[in-house]
């Protein structure tokens, strides 16, 4: 299984400051279709996950353009450009290039300072 | 609007069953991989299963292989996951979540509590 490592686990951020969550895979995440199948999750307390970020770097519909996705190979980086109260929750990475199973990173809980 | 609604879950004696539902509107739900994700109380996500558009193929992850069997009626826009022999380890929130391309939109969840 590929084993998927966040950094990290908790991130205090002050509000309009940048923030940058790392993901690092246990192998390549680079499909034989030439597709990386990274992708960033955002869940908010009390709701369900809702995925901000696809194959890296595509953000998802309704997405603010303050996230942004990056990264090839095994390290991969979400970004939050200026951190607005609403970003509160926790963040996952997910591969989906080497299933079964579909890993997450443990996550990384973002808080206001 | 792309909807997802569990149900069917609950509090269950170890060794017991429960059969949850997802009821998905908003998409062609005919087109659509789905799966099922679940997330212990203060835990991370993990992925439970997989099932094709048409039903005819499935995935476990392998510590609910043997035990969990997914299904999906197309004609109710309904998916399922039939959970047998149920451990102390089952207890999570269980979601329903759609695949376009990957796993994108996520229901609200169910609540199972394996417990005697």
């Known amino acids: 299984d590929v084993v998927m490592t966040q950094s990290p686990l908790s991130l205090p951020v002050t509000l309009g400051q940048p923030a940058s969550i790392s993901c690092r895979s246990s192998?390549?995440?680079?499909?034989?279709?030439?597709?990386?199948?990274l992708h960033w999750f955002q869940q908010r307390p009390g709701q369900s996950p809702r995925r901000l970020i696809y194959?890296?770097?595509n953000r998802d519909s309704g997405v603010p353009d303050r996230f942004s996705g990056s990264g090839s190979g095994t390290d991969f980086t979400l970004k939050i450009s200026r951190v607005e109260a609403e970003d509160v929750g926790v963040y996952y990475c997910m591969q989906s290039t080497h299933w079964p199973p579909y890993t997450f990173g443990q996550g990384t809980k973002l808080e206001i300072k | 609007e792309v909807q997802l609604v569990e149900s069917g879950g609950g509090l269950v004696q170890p060794g017991g069953s429960l059969r949850l539902s997802c009821a998905a509107s908003g998409f062609t739900f005919s087109s659509s991989t789905m799966h099922w994700f679940r997330q212990g109380l203060g835990k991370g996500l993990v992925w439970v299963s997989r099932i094709n558009i048409v039903g005819t193929s499935a995935t476990y992850a392998d510590s609910v292989k043997g035990r969990f069997t997914i299904s999906r009626d197309n004609a109710k826009n309904t998916l399922y996951l039939e959970m047998n022999s149920l451990r102390d380890e089952d207890t999570a929130v269980y979601f329903c979540?759609?695949?376009?391309?990957?796993?994108?939109?996520w229901g609200q969840g169910t609540l199972v509590i394996v417990s005697s």
């Open positions: 192998q390549g995440l680079a499909h034989s279709n030439g597709n990386i199948y």
């Open positions: 194959n890296v770097n």
């Open positions: 979540v759609r695949d376009n391309g990957s796993p994108d939109f």
